[in-house]
Structures are given as structure tokens and as C-alpha cells.
């Protein structure tokens, strides 16, 4: 079936926080989720894939390890990226404000391709960044001017660092600069695959024209969670609403 | 009397373009906006407008009704950028199964509002679907879903009067205003249709908040009074007569709100923010323009308007026993500035007498509902200053949080801004004795009370009062072991508080948004919100049914279709009885 981004949105928003997301995390998850999937990144496969260890993921973020000035290490716990993104991102950010540069490292943590809009929303304060992990026998990365709407999406052979369940950001105040901090840190096999932003803007006109591909299961999922946040319906609750 | 109108007192001043605007302490009460009334800013006028100006042609290219008016009707449109179609199912609907709520199922009228023409196979999909609104589904060619249902006072009560070849009495078609009411009107992709992004980059004649909503309730208006005239045309072909102009523009389109609207005004804080900040910046140019007196003409249309607004209060018809009173009130101060404006007219020219003046006795002396009229009026004397804000009334809903802000920033701002919230005690029982909820039915929001009913611990996150305060609180909990720190730290520690932050944070830099009332507490006004929101739409006649749920009437006045490209003089608001100024068509096509 095909479903509209505001439905989608309200639905995604809906079952995470069945799945028992608070506000903020609910709103960005959803975010994450619908970013990915309407720029052509398969953001409802990944759910799909996700929603299983999200049933038990009991809401766990990310936990500070060490910060030594303008690096840090979180422990993900485990958890979703869906749940640690955006607090990653802003720590790397704010150490990138106050120092000129940043680097985060954020260890034990899945589903890391949601992550991309999170690094779109930072890089509207003018912030520029790199974000890079490794999956099996490939390393992904991501690049980001300050202000751009699509990110520059790489897929490589043979990683050059395979810390377990791990990502790397790298923020700064141009790109340039920050590739070059990532290239003394990371060494990049060949390019397997790249997703330019002008494929991410056909896809999301695509969306725009006819609305989102979903598959029914998931769609009946997200509304079996979506349930979970409503209430019954009585008489009684029927006088909340002006009988 | 006269002394008390002139006052030394002078507005506060927030700038913003260089006009003092009211501030947000003011303005963002909850009871102020629930008496806020139409403006030229409203959808409905920027609509009308728009279709009257740039001559939109409409034609009914499918009236395909028995002799009972059941049946399809689809209506081209082609506007200004692009062609629509309107598409209309009419049903047979039991009286017994007549009902507004949102969780009706069935309807004497079904709409929707497409992109382009529709053919055979389009028609069909839509047939299927549209019937069952919330049960069906529909695509991305489609904008708007709606529905309507008859009036059971004027709807038979007028085909009969036609159908004998007589006009409707006119006391009767004041008491209810309308021959169908809509009690839903679907857009921004929900239900499968088109995305408000779509619409807005793609269909420039809809490229304004709820400008679609607003056209499909308009061409509802124009086939409930087409419907009339044919029915009556089909049961008594030899002596049936059609509406009479006059009387059609009298007729507006009903309209049923309730909690459903609430959530959207507390969701959408940068939008409400944007729709009152260009209200506010059309009432401050229309008192600047008056800051060094006020010249006849523009005092002539003044009185006139007051005149109007006067007569057509005393025309609105309510059981609500406090909007009957509050009209009462309303009436009686309108009344003495209508006296005072035609004693003393000569000396309010003479004396430069200023707008700002007036607004300071209205808010030391008038109900809070005369003096937002007073202010919708002002605004509808200079078009020329206000117009253009039309184009300002769309944003990007778009909240940021800034992490590298410090703690002691943060705790400041809110201090600063959320003085309002800050101020409640929630310790009370009664700050904390409603919750807001969605029922599994349709999931409609609903408002429980703490406590008695199911369902608080699924609450939604609408008390943005007690959000902050909690948020604050903890804030200064971990301030006492971590002063220098900034929010990206705290957000590690305590990563609940994101979503307050960020809304905190995106707040402040706006004026308006965020409504400075405890919207959970026992005594909570919900009527008030969906007020605000009907005033940006444009209705008019509010008749609250409950504290819940309010009806009134959309486009009562306006143009019709027929009157598009003709001389037009935007002044069909605060609708009044006509006059009736010619005899009865006795044809009915």
C-alpha cells in the first residue's frame, strides 16, 4: 500500500512511543526512519529488520565513557542508534563549538544507518560533519557541508576499523577540514558504492509525486504499536469528548 | 465619556519591524484567544479573494442526481496555476443516523478534492473510497477528504418553500445560517492523500495553510444551495423558483468542531507563532496609521463597521448561555462606541485622536471580546497594509536543540520566557485534573478527568507548562553537581528532556507559539483553542455546544460562484440579513 510522509510520520511517531520512546526520542526516531526512506535509503526495510530488538530494547541511550576535551566515547548499551543518534550528534557538536573541532565515538549500538538524518538536522547550524562505521566486510561513510540537505553516502571494501557495533563522527566547521582529521584517523578501502544527493532528491520527488511504498505486515505492526497508546473507549470517555 | 476614551497609556512595545506588537504575556492568554474573530488574514478571505480576483472558472461537468438528489456531482476547477475536480458522492442518510462526531461512519454528503480531471476509472476508486472517509483509502492525486450532513432545520423546511414558489423566510435562515454543515475536512496526507509539501510546492492556487480545506467547504456551500433548487425543481417542476442571489450569499456552510482541533495548536507551535505574529503585525500597521489622527472617510468605515458588527451580533442565535451573554456584552460596549463615534466625530478628527488610544480603553474598559473585534476591524480598514502579510502565513514546522547552550543559559531563558509556566503551582490537585488522551475510537482526542477516567498513563504531551517545570526542576538538580555544564551533557544524563529542550529552545526565539495557560488543569477551557484556530479559518457565529465542541458557520456572506470576476469589495464579514432587493427567479434550470 502506499501512505503519505505526514501519515507515515504520525504513525512512526505513534509506535515508538507504544514501544515506549519519550517525546524527544519518538519525534527523532520517526525522523530517522522516514528520512532514510523517502531519500531512496530503504529506511522501512531497516525497520523491518530493527523492529524485533526494539520490542526489548528497554529505551536505553547512550552512556558517557570518557570526554577529554574535544573527544569523546559513549557506550551505546547495546541499543538503537533510533535511541542514541541525536544525543551522539549533539555531543559532537557541542564539543565541535567549543573546541573548533570534534570527535565522538560511540561503541555497542545498532541500526547505525538511521543516523543520517540526524547529521542532515546538525548540519543546519552550520556544522560540518563525517560519520563512518562498519558492517561486515564493508565501511560506510558519510559527508556533510555545513548546510546541505544531502549528504555525500559511501560504501567501501576491506574497513580500516572494525570496533564492534561502533561509529565515528567527526564534526568541525568545514568539510575539508574535518576529511582531513577523519583520513589521519581512517583508511578507507576502495569505494564500493556511492549514493550522490541528486539520487537522494529524485527519490524523495518520487515520494513527493506518489506517496510511500510500504508493505502491509509492517504497516499492520506499526498500527498493532500504535494501539498500545490508545485508550479504550466508554461512555464515560465518551463525555471527554462533548457527548 | 468621551474622557475615558482617550488614554496616555502606551502599548508595549516588542519590535519587530519596527512596530510595537503586543506582547506575548497579552496576547498568548488563553481566554484572549478564544475571543479572537475573523480577519482579512483569515483563510476563508484570502481564499475568496484570490478565486473572485483571479476569476477561477467552476463548472459542474457531472450532475448526475435521481430525483431525491442522490447521486455524483463533479465540479472542474480551473484556477489561476491549475485544473482541480471536485467530487461529491450524495447519499441517502437515516435521520436517526445523522451525527457530527467524528466517530459517525455514515454521512448525507461525501467530497474530495483532486489534482487534474477525473476520469471513468478514477471516479470509481473514488466512489469506492471516499463514502467511507476514514474507512477508505484514497492516493496522492487527491488533497482534501470531507463530508457534510443536512441541516434538519432548514434544509427540507427550504426545498419546500422553493418547491411552492416561495422565498425562505429570512428569520428562519438567520437562526441556523446554512442547509448542510461539515463536520470533517481531511488534508495533509492523511488518509493516503497528497502531502501538504505536494500541494504547497506543486498547486500554487493551494499553496497556503488549509487554503484546500477551505475551497472544498466553499464548493460544498455552492452544491448545497445547486441541491436545493434542484430538489425543489424535481418535486414541483411547474412552480418551483430558485433561491433568490441575495439570499443564496446568506447562506454559508455549518461547520461542527471539536477536541480534534486542540492537539493541532499545541503540535504546531512555529505555525500558531506565524499566524499570530502577521495578525499582530496587521493590527500594529493599522494602528500606526492612525497614530496622528484619523481622517473621515477612514472613521466613516469605522462606524459603519460598527454598525454591521452590532447588527450582526444581534442576529447570532445560541443556546450557550455564556456566549449569549458575552454577545449581550459585546453588544452594549459596541453600542456606546457607536454613539460615541457618531456624537463626537467632528471632535475625534479635530483632536487627532488616535487607534492606539481607543485599543487602550477598550482593554481598561470592554470585554476581552470587544476588544479583539475592535482589533479584526481595525485590520479591515487598510487592505493596503495588511494584504500582502496573506503570502506570510505558511512555515516549516522545524524545531531545533542547541547543545552546546550552557545550563545556566537555559536555566535563564526559561526563566525569561517561561515565566508563565514557572508561575503554576502544579502542586495543586486541580493544576493536574484533566489529561488528554486518544480514544481507540478514530482515535479521537479526548480530555479525561485525573484520576476517574482510564487512560492518564497514555496521556499525550500537551501540558507544556508542566513539561517545563519539570524540565526546570531537574535542571537545577543537576546544576547543583554540574553548574558549567552545557545541554549536550545534560541530554546524556537525563535524555528525556530532549524533546522539552528542543521545543524550549525553538520557542524562544519566536514571540508567539506557545499558549500561557495549564491546559491540564481542571477547569480548562479546550473551547478557547479550537476558537483561535476557527478565527484563522474565518468563521463566524460561534454557537459552543458544550466546552468541547463549538458549531458556526463558514463563508456565510461570501461571493458566489457567479460573482466571481465581477467588481468585488472584500466585505462579506460579520454577515448580516440582506435586504432583498430583487423579485425571485421563477425558472429553474
Known amino acids: ?243 | 465619556m468621551h474622557s475615558g476614551y482617550r488614554s496616555t497609556a502606551k502599548h508595549s512595545l516588542s519590535q519587530s519591524a519596527g512596530l510595537p506588537l503586543r506582547p506575548a504575556n497579552q496576547v498568548m492568554q488563553l481566554n484572549r484567544l478564544g475571543s479572537f474573530h475573523q480577519s482579512r488574514l483569515s483563510f476563508m478571505r484570502t481564499l475568496v479573494r484570490r478565486m473572485v480576483q483571479e476569476n477561477w472558472q467552476i463548472k459542474s461537468t457531472v450532475f448526475d442526481l435521481d430525483k431525491e438528489g442522490y447521486g455524483t456531482a463533479v465540479y472542474e476547477v480551473n484556477a489561476r496555476y491549475g485544473t482541480y475536480s471536485y467530487v461529491l458522492f450524495s447519499h441517502y442518510l437515516d435521520p436517526q443516523n445523522r451525527n457530527d462526531r467524528v466517530i459517525a461512519d455514515q454521512w448525507d454528503l461525501t467530497m474530495a478534492l483532486c489534482e487534474g480531471t477525473v476520469d471513468t476509472e478514477q471516479l470509481e476508486f473514488l466512489r469506492s473510497n471516499v463514502p467511507k472517509q476514514e474507512a477508505g483509502r484514497v492516493d496522492s492525486r487527491v488533497f482534501v477528504l470531507s463530508r457534510g450532513n443536512r441541516s434538519g432545520r432548514t434544509f427540507d423546511y427550504v426545498v419546500d418553500e422553493l418547491a411552492m414558489g416561495r422565498q425562505p423566510d429570512i428569520d428562519v435562515i438567520a437562526e441556523v445560517g446554512y442547509l448542510y454543515r461539515t463536520t470533517a475536512a481531511y488534508g495533509s496526507g492523511k488518509l493516503g492523500m497528497a502531502d501538504w509539501e505536494k500541494v504547497r510546492t506543486k498547486h500554487r492556487d493551494f499553496a497556503r495553510p488549509f487554503a484546500a480545506e477551505m475551497f472544498t467547504c466553499f464548493m460544498l456551500r455552492h452544491f448545497s444551495l445547486q441541491h436545493a433548487d434542484y430538489i425543489a425543481a424535481q418535486r414541483a417542476p411547474k412552480t418551483a423558483v430558485k433561491l433568490d442571489d441575495d439570499i443564496k450569499r446568506y447562506f454559508g456552510i455549518g461547520n461542527s468542531t471539536g477536541l480534534g482541533m486542540a492537539p493541532f495548536l499545541i503540535n504546531h507551535p512555529l505555525l500558531i507563532n506565524q499566524w499570530i505574529e502577521q495578525r499582530e503585525t496587521a493590527l500594529a500597521r493599522a494602528v500606526a496609521a492612525g497614530e496622528n489622527g484619523i481622517d473621515v472617510s477612514t472613521l466613516d468605515k469605522f462606524a459603519t463597521a460598527t454598525a454591521r458588527v452590532i447588527q450582526h451580533l444581534g442576529e447570532i442565535s445560541t443556546g450557550d448561555s455564556q456566549q449569549s451573554a458575552s454577545n449581550v456584552v459585546v453588544r452594549e460596549e459596541l453600542q456606546d462606541l457607536a454613539q460615541w463615534l457618531s456624537a463626537e466625530s467632528e471632535n475625534i478628527i479635530a483632536s487627532h485622536y488616535s487607534w492606539a488610544e481607543l485599543a487602550q480603553h477598550a482593554e481598561y474598559y470592554w470585554h476581552i471580546e470587544t476588544q479583539e473585534l475592535i482589533n479584526s476591524m481595525l485590520i479591515e480598514l487598510y487592505p493596503e497594509l495588511v494584504d500582502e502579510l496573506e503570502e506570510m502565513m505558511a512555515v516549516e514546522e522545524d524545531q531545533h536543540l542547541v547543545p552546546q547552550m550552557s545550563l545556566n543559559d537555559l536555566k535563564a531563558l526559561i526563566e525569561d520566557k517561561y515565566d508563565w509556566a514557572l508561575a503554576i503551582d502544579f502542586s495543586q490537585t486541580e493544576s493536574q485534573g484533566s489529561f488528554w488522551y486518544r480514544s481507540e475510537e478514530k482515535m479521537e482526542p479526548r480530555l479525561g478527568q485525573t484520576h476517574i477516567d482510564m487512560g492518564m498513563e497514555k496521556q499525550m504531551p500537551l501540558a507544556i507548562g508542566r513539561m517545563v517545570r519539570e524540565c526546570y526542576n531537574e535542571i537545577c538538580i543537576f546544576m547543583a553537581e554540574f553548574p558549567q555544564q552545557d545541554v549536550a551533557h545534560f541530554i546524556l544524563q537525563r535524555p528525556n528532556f530532549s524533546g522539552a529542550i528542543c521545543r524550549i529552545q525553538t520557542m524562544a526565539r519566536s514571540q508567539y507559539g506557545d499558549i500561557r495557560e495549564n491546559l491540564v488543569h481542571s477547569d480548562v477551557l479546550p473551547i478557547h483553542l479550537l476558537r483561535c484556530k476557527l478565527s484563522f479559518f474565518g468563521v463566524s457565529k460561534f454557537d459552543p455546544r458544550s466546552r468541547l465542541w463549538v458549531r458556526n458557520t463558514m463563508f456565510q456572506g461570501a461571493p458566489l460562484i457567479s460573482d466571481f470576476g465581477k467588481p468585488f469589495f472584500d466585505d462579506w464579514q460579520f454577515p448580516i440579513k440582506p435586504v432583498l432587493s430583487s423579485t425571485s427567479d421563477p425558472s429553474v434550470g
Open chain 1, 1 to 243: 500500500m502506499r501512505v503519505s510522509r505526514n501519515e507515515l510520520t504520525a504513525s512512526l511517531k505513534k509506535a515508538f512511543e507504544g514501544l515506549g520512546f519519550s517525546v524527544g526520542d519518538y519525534q527523532d526516531a520517526a525522523a530517522m526512519v522516514i528520512w532514510s526512506e523517502i531519500h531512496g535509503l530503504k529506511g522501512l526495510q531497516q525497520l523491518q529488520d530493527a523492529l524485533p530488538s526494539l520490542y526489548n530494547c528497554l529505551c536505553l541511550h547512550a552512556k558517557l565513557i570518557s570526554n577529554d576535551d574535544n573527544y569523546a566515547l559513549l557506550d551505546g548499551q547495546s541499543s538503537s542508534i533510533l535511541l542514541c543518534g541525536s544525543q551522539t550528534v549533539r555531543l559532537a557538536c557541542a564539543l565541535a563549538r567549543q573546541h573548533g573541532s570534534a570527535q565522538v565515538q560511540l561503541d555497542n549500538c545498532h541500526n547505525r544507518r538511521f543516523l543520517v538524518q540526524r547529521l542532515v538536522s546538525a548540519a543546519q547550524s552550520d556544522s560540518a560533519l563525517v560519520a563512518y562505521w562498519v558492517e561486515g566486510n564493508s565501511a560506510f561513510k558519510l559527508s556533510i557541508e555545513p548546510g546541505a540537505k544531502q549528504p555525500i553516502y559511501s560504501a567501501y571494501a576491506s574497513p580500516g576499523l572494525s570496533a564492534d557495533q561502533s561509529l565515528m563522527i567527526f564534526v568541525g566547521n568545514d568539510l575539508a577540514s574535518v576529511e582531513e582529521t577523519f583520513s589521519t584517523v581512517i583508511k578507507l578501502g576502495p569505494v564500493v558504492e556511492t549514493i550522490s544527493p541528486d539520487a537522494m532528491i529524485n527519490s524523495y520527488n518520487d515520494m513527493l509525486e506518489q506517496g510511500i511504498e510500504i508493505d502491509d505486515n509492517l504497516w499492520n505492526e506499526l498500527d498493532n504499536l500504535v494501539a498500545r497508546v490508545l485508550v479504550e473507549s466508554t461512555e464515560s470517555s465518551r463525555a471527554g469528548a462533548g457527548d
